[in-house]
């Protein structure tokens, strides 16, 4: 196969009028194939396909029937008009019609030191304790240096993403002017690009640090490149072969592969490591304030019937004395606090990633389960045995009959004896021991009877 350059150039000495073996001398290849160059004909298009004729016709107004979805223009096309088109030759057509948008020329951003910091999410699958979640990681990285921070969260909301940034912030220990992100909802309150309106929860954080957040415009997300590139090196290098027992274990992990790993390696594009970049790139980074707060989420709850007070569908001990009070719910990253008129009745750790499960401080609730039954004689059974042996028989037969140790009915019995004579009693006692009975109401009629026959004089008089 003869190059096109040759080709070309021997095509050209041949207008100029020289000579075949002048030609083949200069070029440095054989006449033979001076000749054959020479003879053949002109290269020509290659035939169009009839099929395809049928095709172009229609391309314009599938196009926009599909809004541009190609399998669905190629179903179409074989459904409806039993023409069955390769996907590739598809494509071409589309392309070579200008029907597809032609890919755009991306550009390059530089960036001074300590101009911008960019931030973005990214849902990543991963092994937790032997169970599979979808964790979203979330990245912040220095413009300049490529300095890079990555953390994982069950969940992306403000409150994960005011705690990310402050630990980001620490690990810098500064912060850039100006933060890029996307149009996420949870910095974005309305519109979109660096025109959007940032929530003002969002906007009173990042006014702490001395941060702007501006969002990119719609559909260039090439803008904040230098976050987006970490998360499938992220994906593809630290979390493979590697095993985590719970998310503190997840992002201490994820905390030491930036460190020892993505930011000590160098990059062709800077000619050096992210940690060596960022030595140049700290001193012009704003400092951080010197009071941080922590990141508290608070919520009103009514510590229910069960002494718990409920958050993100997990339930957290308060002290039994506050059921059905109202108590503050302070939630931060590790940690839940439970307030209580100023005064902290409890400390939890945080249930991150679990669901409908609870924490209890067994220091809260009293056990609801009763005391061993007691064993022994009971005390009013000590108040009436040891000072008759007839007394001493009906206790025990007493006993006997009742349910349990007979605390109710020796109780009962010695109310009596406390509240009659002694002697009234006992006899009382005797005669309903020897004819077996044991109704003490039938007991006290007895101790009546001997009362009034010894104390009063009942028969009428004459």
């Known amino acids: 196969m003869i190059p096109n350059e040759i080709r070309e150039a021997i095509l050209a000495l041949k207008k100029q009028g020289r000579a075949l073996r002048e030609i083949s001398r200069a070029l440095k290849v054989s006449r033979n194939t001076v000749r054959r160059t020479l003879r053949a004909p002109p290269a020509k298009p290659p035939p169009e396909d009839p099929q395809h004729q049928g095709i172009i016709e229609r391309l314009p107004d599938l196009y926009r029937r599909c809004k541009g979805n190609a399998v669905r223009i190629r179903e179409i096309l074989k459904d409806e008009y039993q023409l069955d088109v390769p996907y590739s030759s598809l494509t071409r ?82 912060t850039c002017p100006r933060c890029t992100i996307d149009n996420t909802s949870v910095l974005v ?19 702490l640090f001395g941060v702007a957040f501006i969002p990119h415009a719609i559909m260039h997300s090439d803008r ?22 719970d998310w503190v274990d997840l992002n201490a992990q994820a905390r030491a592969w930036c460190e020892q790993y993505a930011n000590a390696k160098p990059k062709r594009s800077l000619g050096m490591s992210p940690q060596a970049a960022y030595v140049m790139e700290k001193r012009h980074l704003r400092p951080l304030p010197l009071h941080i707060p922590a990141v508290t989420q608070i919520h009103y709850r009514v510590v229910d019937t069960q002494g718990y007070v409920h958050l993100d569908t997990n339930r957290y001990s308060v002290p039994q004395r506050l059921l059905g009070k109202q108590v503050e719910v302070h939630k931060r990253p590790v940690q839940v606090l439970v307030y209580r008129a100023g005064q902290r009745v409890a400390e939890h750790p945080r249930l991150l990633g679990k669901r409908y499960t609870d924490h209890l401080i067994k220091a809260h609730h009293a056990s609801l389960q009763r005391g061993r039954t007691p064993s022994g004689p009971s005390p009013q059974e000590l108040g009436l045995i040891g000072r008759d042996p007839i007394l001493d028989q009906y206790v025990a037969a007493l006993k006997k009959r009742s349910p ?59």
């Open 93 to 174: 057509l589309l392309r070579e019609h200008e029907l597809r948008e032609p890919k755009r020329r991306s550009g390059i951003y530089h960036f001074e030191p300590g101009q911008e910091m960019q931030h973005d999410t990214s849902p990543h699958r991963l092994v937790l304790g032997d169970k599979p979640v979808i964790a979203q990681c979330a990245s912040l990285v220095l413009a300049y240096s490529r300095m890079l921070l990555i953390q994982y969260y069950p969940a992306f909301t403000r409150f994960e993403a005011k705690t990310f940034l402050t630990e980001a912030f620490r690990f810098f220990d500064g």
């Open 189 to 207: 309150a309305g519109g979109s690009g660096p025109g959007a309106i940032i929530a003002p929860e969002m906007a009173a954080f990042g006014e």
């Open 224 to 245: 904040k490149a230098r976050v987006e590139r970490p998360f499938a090196y992220a994906e593809n290098n630290f979390l493979a072969g590697r095993s985590f027992r």
């Open 404 to 462: 349990g140790r007979g605390v109710t009915k020796l109780r009962r019995l010695l109310e009596l004896q406390r509240s009659y004579p002694c002697g009234a009693f006992l006899k009382a006692v005797g005669q309903a021991l020897k004819y077996g009975l044991f109704d003490l109401n039938r007991l006290e009629r007895l101790i009546l009877e001997s009362v009034a026959g010894d104390f009063f004089n009942l028969a009428d008089e004459d």
